[in-house]
């Protein structure tokens, strides 16, 4: 299986600040990557598709980059909102794979 | 608009079995792929399994072959997952999407909002 790392684990930053979040494929995956947005006690919310792709209703200071193994996520500047926690996931294979997750908190 | 509602979860004793549902609507169900994915308490996403919009392909984790059936009927609009031989590692929150094909890999659009499974003696 293809094993996904996100990097950091947690971050903490401020509102106004721009962040990034690292997602790395133990194997090419092209451009099969997504990222979701997960709040306490909710399910998942799709950000970015085809790595790159915002999709429809997601706020433009979201972004995405990156193919075959190395990916990012940024919010150019974090609102209130944002501090949740994000997956990445590849869909290259039947078999999906998450990353660990990357907690955002406010400093 | 779309909607999946999962339903059928409890607390359920080891090696026991139980089915859990997802509920569709707002959307020609029969024209997608659907998944299963859990979180543990106070942890990440692992995908369970999959299965193609027909029913004819399916593909499951490592961690539930054997012991977890995906199944759909789509003149109900509804997924199902049974889950038999349930260890406690199995305690989540089980979560349906839909996917972006009928079977062809993409991403989750629509998500459910869980239904949660406790395995306990």
């Known amino acids: 299986d293809i094993q996904m790392t996100q990097s950091p684990s947690t971050l903490s930053a401020s509102v106004g600040d721009r962040v990034t979040i690292t997602c790395r494929a133990s194997?090419?995956?092209?451009?099969?990557l997504a990222w979701y947005q997960q709040k306490p006690g909710k399910a998942p919310k799709v950000l970015i598709y085809?790595?790159?792709i915002l999709e429809s209703g997601v706020p433009s200071r979201f972004s995405g980059s990156g193919s075959g193994t190395d990916f990012t996520l940024t919010i150019s500047s974090l609102q209130p909102d944002d501090f949740a926690t994000y997956y990445c996931?590849?869909?290259?294979?039947?078999?999906?794979?998450f990353g660990q997750g990357t907690r955002l908190e406010i400093k | 608009q779309v909607q999946v509602v999962e339903s059928g979860g409890g607390v359920v004793q080891p090696g026991r079995s139980l089915r859990l549902s997802c509920s569709a609507s707002?959307?020609?169900?029969?024209?997608?792929?659907m998944h299963w994915v859990r979180q543990a308490p106070g942890k990440g996403l692992e995908w369970v399994a999959v299965?193609?919009?027909?029913?004819?392909?399916?593909y499951y984790a490592d961690s539930v072959k054997g012991r977890f059936t995906i199944t759909r009927d789509n003149s109900k609009n509804t997924l199902y997952l049974q889950m038999n031989s349930l260890r406690a590692e199995d305690t989540a929150v089980y979560y349906c999407?839909?996917?972006?094909?009928?079977?062809?890999?993409?991403?989750?659009?629509?998500w459910g909002q869980g239904t949660l499974v406790t395995v306990s003696s």
């Open positions: 085809k790595a790159s």
């Open positions: 707002g959307f020609d169900f029969s024209n997608y792929a």
């Open positions: 194997q090419s995956i092209g451009t099969s």
């Open positions: 299965i193609s919009n027909d029913g004819s392909n399916k």
């Open positions: 999407a839909r996917s972006r094909s009928t079977w062809k890999p993409q991403y989750f659009d629509y």
């Open positions: 996931q590849q869909y290259n294979t039947y078999s999906r794979t």
